[in-house]
């Protein structure tokens, strides 16, 4: 079963139409973007979202804040989880009030051996809230939603071993032959569901039933069945 994301929302009705055709988690993201909203746009959103029958999981996307400020931002919008995108390190998600999603940022010449070890050592860091992580490409100055990919030879060895999450340049398209190749525990999409910069019900449709074709829906478990402890992870 393989969980779907969908990221950069920035209205009450765009997210009530994804929550809809159904995803697992809306993102929103609280970070320098052209898909930024502001704490109390959040708020709204995930007020909206709160009052449907059968409501996603909504996760806010930060960059390289004080997790202090995280933790507030976080519990004023009533977020269920945090999504990290900068370059917080293990130590800093330590402090940490909410469950959280750590994005692995795979740059040219990395190799599967780097990057299993990143995912390792958050699972042997004594975190205190349950986690996942995210394998996304960073390109530039831009820390997500850039619509690049990278080497899924990667994705795939890292899924192997870890329930992850594979963000980066996927599409209605090719998003069932990424799962097919890598297996991952879920997939995020952003740009890969948007015609001329604005979030498209129809391509987020396609996209839905492209990952529904090859798994189930995990609605009605998220926070359980993927956001694991980070003890099941430390010794494998």
């Not at 009450?12 to 898909?35: C, F, M, T």
């Not at 989880?81 to 040219?108: A, K």
């Not at 599409?171 to 952003?190: C, F």
Request: glycine letters at 12%.
């Amino acid at each position: 079963m393989t969980m779907i994301k969908i990221c950069g929302v920035t209205s009450a009705e765009d997210a009530a139409g994804i929550a809809s055709l159904g995803a697992d988690i809306i993102g929103l993201v609280l970070a320098p973007s052209r898909r930024r909203v502001t704490p109390e746009k959040a708020g709204e959103i995930v007020r909206a979202v709160k009052r449907l029958p059968s409501p996603p999981a909504v996760a806010g996307v930060f960059v390289n804040e004080p997790a202090s400020l995280v933790n507030e931002t976080a519990a004023a919008c009533g977020l269920d989880i945090v999504q990290l995108s900068g370059n917080e390190s293990w130590d800093y998600c330590r402090g940490l009030n909410f469950p959280f999603i750590n994005v692995i940022h795979i740059m040219p010449g990395d190799s599967t051996a780097q990057v299993n070890r990143e995912i390792e050592v958050g699972y042997k860091s004594g975190q205190r809230q349950p986690f996942a992580c995210i394998l996304d490409c960073q390109s530039g100055d831009a820390y997500g939603g850039s619509g690049e990919s990278f080497d899924w030879e990667i994705a795939a060895a890292a899924c192997a071993r870890f329930p992850l999450i594979i963000a980066g340049g996927l599409t209605p398209l090719n998003v069932r032959q990424l799962i097919r190749r890598a297996g991952p525990a879920g997939v995020d999409v952003s740009s890969g569901v948007e015609r001329d910069g604005q979030k498209d019900l129809a391509l987020a449709a396609d996209f839905i039933h492209a990952v529904r074709l090859t798994g189930g829906s995990l609605r009605n478990g998220i926070l359980q069945t993927l956001l694991y402890r980070g003890e099941k992870y430390a010794t494998r």
